[in-house]
């Protein structure tokens, strides 16, 4: 995924480094980045660029939400939805929450059948035990987050 980078793993870092950050929060290239913590693993210095570019995308969630694109903001939203619900990931609530935010109904409709036949897409959601305090956690983020 590196490659398809407009602006690659190292050259986020400088940018932060030389306080020019406020470019990040549009580009493209935050929301690429797979999250598989290569760069992470790899890095001579013991950085962790994988958590600086997740914050990132927070940063942007949160102060320009307008520049996230559509599918990504989508599913983030869907993402949490199903884990503020159930403490872990319903995925057909998760897919249908998906496709009604990001608008791509039909993308991807072909692979419906073979994962309900592999059982890879429960009818009906499955609650933790620990629902109550998922969701405690839920609503002490949002507090943070209100306006004071």
């Keep these: 995924m590196a490659e398809e980078m407009e602006i690659k793993t190292h ?17 493209e290239s935050i929301w690429l980045c797979l999250t598989c913590e290569t760069c992470t693993t790899r890095c001579p210095n013991e950085f962790d660029p994988a958590v600086v570019i997740d914050a990132l995308r927070e940063i942007a969630f949160r102060e320009r939400p307008d520049s996230v694109p559509r599918r990504i903001s989508a599913f983030h939203s869907a993402f949490l939805g199903q884990i503020r619900s159930f403490g872990r990931v319903f995925e057909f609530g998760l897919v249908a929450s998906y496709k009604l935010r990001s608008r791509a109904f039909f993308a991807d409709v072909l692979t419906v059948p073979g994962m309900l036949a592999r059982g890879k897409l429960a009818l009906a959601p499955r609650r933790i035990e620990g629902i109550k305090e998922v969701r405690r956690i839920f609503g ?8 004071r």
């Design 11 to 27: 050259e986020i870092i400088r940018l932060l480094q030389l306080d020019r950050g406020e470019r990040l929060l549009t580009t």
């Design 140 to 147: 002490k983020c949002a507090a943070r987050e209100e306006p």
